[in-house]
């Protein structure tokens, strides 16, 4: 293989093995999101059960299972488990394929037929179809097929969700931050919040 072929092949190479690692990255973002977004959910619910019930501190650790299990549940099923499996590159060429105007039937192709062959067809159309594609792919970048946008309802509603535990953090009356704590990390053995006060009173001599 010259030169210029190896170039080629090697450019295409390169954006492809780009855009596994940008798929990875958006699966990694959007896992976390599901996970803030479904822990912050449940972790809602359990602190404003905990501020409105008197209940034994054992189901304190119940509260922390729901609230970790959701999060963790979340992540797994919405990008989490896919990290633990191979990406197909086949199946990134066939994405790049339907976004990237122009590469429609043809970077899978030239993807499968890199290197010199086994003769049954022309290493001069391997060639061309290489350097055509090599040019078209100059200058795109990996996030341009994958951009972060595509997940922005997740993010946004992830953000919401932690947002709004942070405001409730800067109640003091309400002691919101406290409550989290004792939702999530039992162990810590932190007092139940309420708005109960005692106050002692003296007798007064006559």
Known sequence: MNQPAEHDAGQIAGFLADAVR??????????????????????????ILDRVLVIDDSWRWAYAAGVWGAAALAAWRCGGSGLLRPLDVEAIANLAEERLPGMRDR?????????????????ELRAHLRADVAAALAGIDASRLLPLALLRSGLLAAGLVVGAHGVLCLWPDLRWGQLLARSTAPWLGLDRVSTLRIHLLEPVND
């Open 107 to 123: 970077l899978l192709a030239a993807h499968q037929l890199a290197g010199a062959g086994d003769g049954r067809d022309s290493p």
């Open 22 to 47: 940008r798929r990875r990255r958006l699966q990694l973002v959007r896992a976390l999101a599901a996970g803030s977004l479904a822990g912050g959910a449940v972790l809602a619910g359990t602190a």
